[in-house]
């Protein structure tokens, strides 16, 4: 009985002393290592221990293991209140040593945010959209988010349930290049819950904001630039019905032969579709027929521009010596082609950027009025429009590979 009095009396010394120590002991100013509940080898241990067993450390084990409280870790981690550089140098090396991560899910529950936005695209196929990619990623990825891609295939059943399906998974918002069809669905659509961002198209009637291309304008540059060269016949193989971008380009294409007092010919007028078989259909339609055949096409998407040099080439012809040609959309290969093409570049980096920017402007002012922007396309110059460069190099002094200012002269007529 002795001996147990004697060992409980010892234990209430020994818990008295820790207690004392415990409550004396300020979490914010302990010295590293100091046992605020455990001693720091100890905490270190159970770590281990539970690393071993499969468990992803907390903050709590965080705290113990830089020998401050869960207040102090969770200000360090959102840098929400100051605290002294000494001791978010000791979090920041116990999150490292810990190997903690935060609990995404969790975080995003808490302040209803996901940290994720959708970007829903029309075709994965068309190179126009790689760099849109990029560019919303880019922006996405700077802010701390994730982006989630889904690709339409030009389907509107596909759009709707891509986009039913991002707003299942909460994400914070959405891009998205609208197919062509009816988009009554989107005329009501919750942008207060939801907000969305248009890029390259957007039905009028939607109401949000929006990043496209002054497409008329590229296209009437494209145009008149062929006129120039001497070109009055001039054939265009348009993309596909219904959306807004062929409707502009198309306008374009009218507003340059107007300018130029060149009649609009019906025949000289067909649809690709926006597809590369489309191209080369739309281009043999143009050139085996009975009147005469134009003597340059302007082809308004890249994925067409491809069919149609297959089509120039079935038939023998040669380009820019039979068959001049502008294309719209650059891609990497289209300087190094034979011949090199023509065409008219998109900023398609900046459009995915600045789409990407509105969306996050729009999270932060849900009730901001909505926002058009549009953006100016470049005409390159190379050698598929019968316009030879004056040097093979590129002078010094350019900035950039554009080719605006280089000197051309007419040659499409030489056989």
Known sequence: MRVLVAALLVFKEHLDDTTGRLVSASAEEAPYGQDLSLP?????????????????????????????????????INNNKYVSPGLAQRVHESIT???????GLAQGLKKHTSHTIGLIISDITNPFFTSVVRGVEDVANTRGYSLILGNTDE????????????????????????????????????THRLPLVGIDRLPSELGIDAVLLDNVAGARQAVEHLITLGHERIGIVAGLPGIITTQERLTGYKQALEAHGIPLDPALIVEGNSRLEGGERGALQLLTQETARPTALFVTNGQMIIGTL?????????????????????????????????????????????????????????DAAPQVVRLQPRLIIRESCGAALQSSTMPKEMPDEYSDSWSVRPNWREK
């Open 40 to 76: 720091m080898e100890e905490a270190k241990q159970m770590n281990d221990m539970g690393e071993s067993a499969g468990r992803p450390a907390t903050i709590k084990d965080v705290a113990t293991h830089a020998g401050v409280s869960v207040a102090t870790v969770s200000a360090v």
């Open 310 to 366: 297959q089509a120039i080439n079935r038939l023998g012809l040669r380009c820019p010596q039979d068959m001049a040609l502008v294309g719209f959309d650059d891609f990497a290969w289209a300087a190094v082609m034979h011949p090199q093409l023509t065409t008219v570049c998109q900023p398609t980096y900046e459009i995915g950027q600045k789409a990407a920017q509105l969306l996050f402007e729009r999270l932060e002012k849900r």
């Open 155 to 190: 389907d509107p059943k596909k759009e709707m349930s891509y986009m039913r399906l991002l707003e299942s998974k909460r994400v914070d918002g959405l891009i998205v290049a609208v197919t062509q069809g009816n988009h009554a669905y989107l005329r009501s659509w919750p």
């Open 97 to 103: 040593a810990l190997d903690y991560e935060r609990n």
